[in-house]
């Protein structure tokens, strides 16, 4: 089954300290596409600017990206340019030009509403709203947010937070969410919001699900070489509900390894700048590296009787 | 089998965001000692003042461990005063009072010599090399060093390094040892110095292990308070090799147990002050905690062809 994503499409520049691109491709919405188009077909809503380069259109053509909803208007495309320095869980932003973003108001064409699985990637809670208001019974919405507008418009994220089921965050807005510094308390009163499931990234130090009934962790995949952290959880949205709109089974046993592939590709992700290495990863590559991480982080359960 | 610890026995004023302690029981053969004793007998050699408080010294009786090497030395004890602001894994040294610590030199108990596994906590790397000196044949050498030791005494502990099994460090000291960002690029290095295998701890963010032939990799245990991260090292030390050297089993198998149960100790050990979680802990609770760890951890592998 198929996936929509509402978000940004942008052009980077971003520098590391392993390199640097100008005016690149970027943007949750085209990570989010990009990673999720691996699993199941996607759908995409969002703007860009008169601006925007062929290229980078043909390379949602070439990954057979639904680009109905991708309006073009009057204007500029979104421009972002920012830095890392060693601690790569840090984004440094240096310039913000929202441009043709600023009047942007998702139209969720006809031939997408009956979509059963929705990524609501970081933008205004408002416009959040106003897309779920145009869908039909989704399925599963997974939702993205920022400390902008957990400090901005936080009444609009409360009513958001009470119609999406899961809630994605980075252990920094999950804090500042809920005022509570134990990731454990955050997250238990985030699921006192609404959202049945809670799932708080930490970057390269892994991720947390946490919903009534189960809590999952997983470590970060140990890379030899970061190169651009840019669009990780993006990358990991498209890899999570990818796979579950791919397999359209909801189990918690599902969501486990849901979280695997989400983590895998945000690994991926990583290794280079902007889209690059999801744009040439292959399958194979998908499963060599789940397998990995199982291998990597399997033990056994203690059998009846031991050290008692 | 019993483990022999060589280390500090300190006096620790330790201050976090959640309360504080004076004179509290602390040191690095401390925490290991009451830890590693929930598995197997533990034979101490360490140092302590003439003002050393009876009531630690009858905390070690009631937990028969074996303190026929703590010297009692003429003069104080070794004092360590700090404070932990909200980011639990740095801690800020106020005054560090060395006193009788200054001159301790490890004398190894005859009765001592046979024993078979030996944490060498974080002391001096000269030191370290000279316990080695005075074991018969031991079977595992579990080390543990610091930034002061690689910036101070790198010769020394180059030479520490030839000779033990596990190296036992946390991530800025694994970076700064290797002069490598990576974490990954930083395990291998440290294999060709030495240990067959690095134990990278990550404090809240759990702990790696890798060898040539394998890696490991857990997440935290995401806990609803810590109240002070003190001796959470040394928890870990105390709980790996406790269980290696109860099980007498050095598979790759039973090291990825020895690490879940090291990470439960170190995260029982942080939920209250000194040594006062240790201390109450039930041999119950480890097991229950560990059940927890992997149903928190667990996920399927992939079934031959899924996706593909």
Redesign the interface.
Known sequence: MSVLVVGSVALDTVKTPFGEVKEALGGSATYFALSANH?TPVSMVAVVGSDFPKKHLDIFKKKRIDTRGLEIGKGKTFRWKGYYE?DLNQAHTQKTELNVFRAFRPKIPKEYEKIEYIFLANIDPQLQLSVLKQIKRPKLVLCDTMNYWIEKKRRELLLILKEVDILLLNDSEARELTGK?????ASRRILRMGPRITIIK?GE??A?MWSEN???????Y?????NDPTGAGDSFAGGFLG?LA?TGDLSE?NM??A??FGSVMASYNVEDFSIKRLERLK??E??ER??EF?????????NKG???
């Open positions: 699993y060693y510094h134990s990731l454990f308390k930490k130090h892994g947390l189960f809590h999952f962790a997983i470590p970060g140990p890379l030899e070489d970061i796979f791919y046993e486990r390894k979280m695997v399958d194979k998908i499963i789940y397998r199982k291998r990597m982080t399997h033990f056994e359960d203690l031991a050290i008692e």
